[in-house]
């Protein structure tokens, strides 16, 4: 079996951030955003085939159920296109981002703001 049939084409960096710049443009009249970082493989440039798209979304009306806002993301960017991996953060949360936690050193240190 050719298993080349079953890869499915990396989308480029360019094209993701495209893509994440109008979904976020339509996520802004669901919710109130902060700020939205493109981090992981995709913002390093070194995607695999299957990898998914992870985002941090920091907004102030997150921090009530994140379960529940995490898969309405899910919900809402696959509705774009977009096989994305979020991640939710409140603004307190983002403030109080420190060297040394997962949020600082991979999604703002590393992390693309789109």
């Known amino acids: 079996m050719d298993k080349r049939k079953n890869k499915r084409k990396i989308a480029s960096r360019e094209t993701i951030i495209r893509k994440l710049k109008e979904a976020t443009a339509s996520l802004e009249k669901e919710i109130k955003i902060d700020k939205v970082y493109l981090f992981g493989s995709y913002a390093n440039g070194n995607p695999r085939d299957y990898s998914d798209v992870d985002v941090a979304v920091i907004s102030p009306d997150f921090g009530?159920?994140?379960?529940?806002?995490?898969?309405?993301?899910?919900?809402?960017?696959?509705?774009?296109?977009?096989?994305?991996e979020p991640h939710v953060y409140t603004r307190d949360e983002y403030k109080e981002?420190?060297?040394?936690?997962?949020?600082?050193?991979?999604?703002?240190?590393?992390?693309?703001?789109?």
């Open 97 to 114: 981002a420190i060297e040394g936690t997962f949020l600082y050193d991979e999604v703002i240190q590393k992390g693309i703001t789109i």
């Open 64 to 84: 009530k159920n994140f379960i529940n806002e995490t898969v309405f993301l899910m919900e809402f960017f696959h509705k774009t296109g977009l096989i994305v």
